[in-house]
Structures are given as C-alpha cells and as structure tokens.
C-alpha cells in the first residue's frame, strides 16, 4: 500500500529508528525509499567548516545502509524552507507516504525534527507516519553526555556518525516496534476520517492482528445537551461504527470504543492503557479551517503523541469523493 516512502531525517544517527521503520513498512508493500535529510544552519557551526564535506557522505552511508535492507533508495539533502521541499520531493517522486522517526527530547537539534514533523503533518498532502522515539533514562544529563561525546568523537576522530556504528548516537536504544500488534483508528465520522478510514481498511489486508475503532464524543462541542441526549448520541455513533466494522478485512480481531471527554486525552489514555501500537487519524477533522488557527488534536498528536501515529490529510476531488460514496 505504501509502494513508496519519503524517509526524513537529520544529519545524526538514526539506523536503528529508521531500520525499525523500513522493516516494518517492508511488510506493507514498500520497495523503494527516497531519503531526504534536512540541513539546519547549527549543523553546520556545530561540525565547523572542515566537516561540511561530510554531510553527503553521511547521506550516502544512509542510502546504502537502506538499501542493503532490500529497498531501491534514492537521496537528497535540503536546506531552508524544509517543509515545502519535503513536500514537492512527496509530491514529484510520487511517494505514498512521508515518515519521520521523532526522538522525544528537550534537546534543541532534535527538537528541530520535532518542528519539522509537526509543520509537515499539518501542510502536506500525503499521509505521515511519525515513529516518537522513546530514550533510556538518564534525564536531561544523559542527552547532554551523549551530545558531547558524539560530537567528541566525531571531531577527534573524524568519523561520520552513521559510520560509529550507532555507539554514539542519540539512539542508544528503543523498543521493538510491531506496526500491526493494534492499530487504533479514530474517527469523528468527518469527511477528512472517512479519507482516513480507507487507509486503514488498505492496511488491514495486510494482516493486521487487531483494530479497535475509537470514537470520543466532545462534551465541549456537544454542549449542555449532552447528558440529556447521551442515549441517542450513543445509539447513531454506535450505528456508525457497527458499519465501518463490517468493511474492515483481513485483520484478526476488529472491535468498537466509545468514550465522551476531551479527544485528545482519551485517545492518549486508551492508547496507553491496550497498548496501541498505531494510532490512525485524520489530520482535520469537522470545521478544520478553523482548527488550522486554533491548533487541532491532530497537531498535539503530531508533536506531543508518545506512540506511532499515522496523520492522513483531507484531500479535495476524488480523495473525497470515494470518501463520501463508501
């Protein structure tokens, strides 16, 4: 389903989260990887002039490192304006989805990945899958000693940090990561969810082993009328989520949620509670104009969400079109 990904990265280490990605999506149909790694001005301070040569070495260990795991790679390396880059490379290569790997840190050169991820997630056309990265303890102390002896190194004894072999990175290590374990679908029966719906139910046919379809009604929007119409509300919702559920193939168990409260927080709470291993949501949902201004759920999903999400955007045409027929 995704024949081919946008992978985007920085100029640091990251195999390891990057190797979890590809695997994973290898066994969703993808062959071919275009690798896209992102140049902030700190780079360049920070490794001083006489390294500026490395940057396409490390670009060049990154594809082959991509494509020894079977994947034909391509690679670019961009500077300003990132996000519209990103999105005309998305846009001309014809890759079906766009993926970050985001560690979720208060450093400030990861944190520019983290602002990346989240200006994409919000202006892009294709889906994104962002992978949050969980650190070993160590707190703010541990990052900083992993900086200084990366850099350290890479200095004194003028490697490239792909070429360290990860013992420096900022990814020392992670969780295994099963895409398909459970996937949790929200939905908010949106025009932009139902674009969203079709993707899951593509992903299913993969052999997804469970999907539990997530409502929350808003009490915020429903207002004072909530508790007085709870039984009806409850009565369409659950209408609605009994159809989608017939529609889902090849997934192993597929079952329906619903709860009332604040979106964001129950969708957190339910997916830390079954352990969900991908969230899936469109990236606007009913009135998304005006959550462009105001900041959605999907925007604090995008920068904040501590577990795999998968933000599918509202199309125009016939993306909507088959969306309003299913």
Known sequence: MFEKVLYVT????DSRVRSQVMEQLKSSGTGKCLIVQCIQSRDILYDFPQFNEHFEEILAAKKEETE?????????????????????????????????????TSLAREMFLTDITSFVAQNTEKPVLILPVEKTPGGFLGELADMVI????????????EKSNGKTSLYPRYRKWEMKKHVLFTTDFSVNSGIAFHLLKELALTGVERITLFHVQDKKKI???????????????????????????????????????????????????????????????????????????????ARSSVIPLILVPFKSGRSVNRAQEA
Do not use: W
């Open 10 to 13: 920085s100029t640091y280490n």
């Open 68 to 104: 020894r795991m079977g994947f034909e790679t391509e690679g670019f390396s961009i500077m300003d304006n990132l996000v519209a880059k990103i999105n005309r490379l998305a846009r001309e290569k014809e890759c079906s989805l766009i993926a970050l790997g985001v560690l979720r």
């Open 150 to 161: 990366e850099g350290t190194i890479r200095r004194l004894m003028k490697i490239s940090p």
């Open 223 to 301: 207002g004072q009328d909530f508790r007085s119409k709870i039984d009806e509300y409850n009565r369409i919702d659950q209408e609605r989520l009994a159809k989608m559920s017939m529609e889902i193939e090849g997934a192993g168990r597929v079952e329906s949620k619903i709860t009332s409260g604040s979106p964001y927080e129950e969708i957190i709470q339910f997916a830390r509670k079954e352990k969900a291993s991908l969230i899936i949501m469109g990236s606007q949902g009913r009135g998304y104009m005006k959550e462009i201004f105001i900041g959605s759920i999907s925007h604090r999903m």
